[in-house]
């Protein structure tokens, strides 16, 4: 998938998140934010200015959330973001309105929506985590110029093929069709089970 259809993904399939964001003593807090529109590199959504939500925001750009699509767990989506915001204000507000027309039953009057404004989240980076193939399936992306960095386990030159971290491989996604295993990281669980089991500590978290 390319960035765009994932941030569609997160519009269009999943649209109400779990946001995280800190107040003023730096503690998380939670709440449910719905996105309600999308373009090639960015994502929308709208608060009102006298909400703490509001103010945590102007405090600290720097968000996170993470929003799922299933009925049961096995059967689940999961995308997460890391990114920041800013306020662009009432711009866009009437274009929300009209990609998400049930928000004239929270705001039904143009004197009501005087309170809201728009944030765009317009960098980050994400993963998506599909519970529902098998083995697992999980991707990362960037956009907004963040440059996408490798995290997870890799193997290194010190691996001895000894194929011992297959033991304990919930999802089989250790190859060995080399002279050094690999992880085939779009499978992997991040569970840490072949670090903790490799005699030649060729097993390494970035």
Known sequence: MTVSEYLNYIYKEIHTTIFATTNEKGHPITCAIDIMDFDDNSLYF?????KNFYHRLKNNPHIAFTGMKGQDTLSSIAISI???VKEIGSSRLSLLFQKNPYMENIYPTPQSRNALTVF?????????????KKPIERYSFSFG????????YFINANCINCKLCDSKCPQNCIS??????????????????????????????R
């Open 120 to 132: 765009q989240i317009y960098k980050g980076t994400g993963e998506w985590f599909d519970l529902s």
């Open 176 to 205: 060995h069709s080399s002279i050094t295993a690999h992880i085939q990281q779009e499978n992997c669980l991040h569970c840490g089970n072949c670090y903790t089991i490799c005699p030649t500590k060729a097993i390494e978290w």
């Open 145 to 152: 110029d963040v440059k996408q960095e490798q995290h997870g």
């Open 82 to 84: 890391q990114g920041e």
């Open 46 to 50: 709208l608060t009102a200015k006298g």
